[in-house]
Structure formats: structure tokens, C-alpha cells
């Protein structure tokens, strides 16, 4: 079964520093989100992506964030000086065009920890 | 902004035992949904609600789209061990492929 994949799983960093996040969404979906976590929270979304440009963001999804899709197949998020409160688990989710099925699927996660 | 109180934050249960959880809104959604998260990993979709008044079973899982569309709740029959994890409903307004907004999660655990 296709599924979204995620890398790194865990990935520590020092504050100040830049961080991508990488997602590869199930094949043939074309709508992409990130959502975060932080620990013992529900997940919020952050933003979501069609037809190579963002559709929504939320009030979290400062400056700071940014999002690509370098290639056919990947969809990455870049946080460019990381915070000590950026620290969280943060999901890829995709969904299918009226095709492709209705819902967003969601990736197992990065948990991203900032010293 | 929108928000979605679910309840309880947590429940403690013996296996067997039926399980219900529901979610609330002041606001309206045009879809609920309902995920279980297992440690360390993403929401898994359980159940799908897209009209007012629906009612879906998937397996011992039963959930309803409350007729105001500002509530939903899921049960779950005869709990397993596996049951165990956290529960998280959404809901979405607007566009089919509009933002998720989820609720606080519900903690099962099960006691064999």
C-alpha cells in the first residue's frame, strides 16, 4: 500500500541553525501539507501546497518557514534559524485529486529537537 | 479560531469493555474525521464523515456527524489491547482539500 515517507526520523539541531525536513507524498497526489506537533499537543497545521505554490498558512508558518517541491517527487520544509520552540514532531500529510482519494494521509514524522 | 474540544482527555479500561469519545465545535465543518495515533508515529485515518446525521462503522469502530455539523463522536465496541493509543478528531470547512483542525486527543489505554 503507497504510503508518505519521511526523513530524517529525528534530528537535532542547534539553535540559530537552517533545517529541511523531507517528505516524498504517495505517487500521483497532488496536495501536500505540513503539520507540527509539539510534545503532549494536538498537531497544527502549518501549510498547505498546490500546483507549485502554497494555498494556506497559518499564523505559525512565519518567515522563518518555507516549503518546495524541488522535483516530481519530493516536497520539503525548510525552517531557515531554528528556535528553541520550533521543537516538535512535524508530519507530512498528502491527498489524492478527486481521483485519488479524498483524504490526507499522513507521514510517520520528524521529530525535530532544537538545543 | 477554530477549535475543537474533544473529550475525555483520557480514558483507563478493561479489555472488552465499549469505548465512547465525541468532539465539539462552536463552529460548523463540513467533514469530520477521525485518527489514532500510535507512539512515534502519524495519524492513522480511521472513519471519513462528510454529511449531517451520517453514521459509518468501520469494523468495532462506529462514528456519527452530529446533524448541526458541530459534533462527532466514535465509539468503539469490545476493546482489544491494540485499541490502545491516542484518538485525534478533525474537521475540515470549506474546500474538499482545505486544512485539517484537530482536536486535543483522547489517550486510550487498555488493561487486559
Known amino acids: 500500500e503507497p504510503e508518505v515517507t519521511q526523513t530524517p526520523s529525528h534530528q537535532v539541531t542547534q539553535m540559530g541553525q537552517e533545517v529541511i525536513l523531507r517528505c516524498v507524498p504517495i505517487?500521483?497526489?497532488?496536495?501536500f501539507y505540513w503539520y507540527r506537533q509539539i510534545l503532549g499537543q494536538k498537531v497544527e497545521f502549518l501549510v498547505s501546497f498546490y500546483n507549485n505554490e502554497i494555498s494556506e498558512k497559518s499564523e505559525i508558518f512565519d518567515d522563518q518557514f518555507s516549503v518546495e517541491r524541488p522535483d516530481g517527487s519530493n516536497f520539503t520544509l525548510k525552517i531557515r534559524s531554528t528556535k528553541l520552540e520550533d521543537s516538535a514532531m512535524y508530519f507530512c500529510?498528502?491527498?489524492?485529486?478527486?481521483?485519488?482519494?479524498?483524504?490526507?494521509?499522513f507521514g510517520p514524522g520528524t521529530r525535530l529537537t532544537v538545543l | 479560531g477554530q477549535q475543537l474540544n474533544q473529550s475525555p482527555q483520557s480514558m483507563f479500561i478493561q479489555e472488552g469493555e465499549d469505548v465512547s469519545m465525541n468532539c465539539t465545535s462552536s463552529s460548523i465543518f463540513n467533514t469530520w474525521l477521525w485518527y489514532k495515533q500510535d507512539p512515534g508515529e502519524g495519524p492513522v485515518l480511521l472513519i471519513a464523515?462528510?454529511?449531517?446525521?451520517e453514521l459509518t462503522s468501520n469494523g468495532r469502530l462506529t462514528a456519527q456527524f452530529g446533524i448541526t455539523r458541530k459534533d462527532s463522536f466514535l465509539n468503539i465496541s469490545a476493546s482489544i489491547p491494540s485499541d490502545v493509543g491516542i484518538y485525534f478528531c478533525a474537521g475540515r470547512r470549506g474546500t474538499s482539500y482545505g486544512k485539517l483542525t484537530f482536536g486535543q486527543g483522547t489517550i486510550l489505554t487498555v488493561h487486559p
Open positions: 500529510a498528502s491527498r489524492g485529486g478527486l481521483a485519488g482519494g479524498h483524504e490526507q494521509f
Open positions: 464523515l462528510y454529511k449531517a446525521g
Open positions: 505517487s500521483n497526489h497532488l496536495y
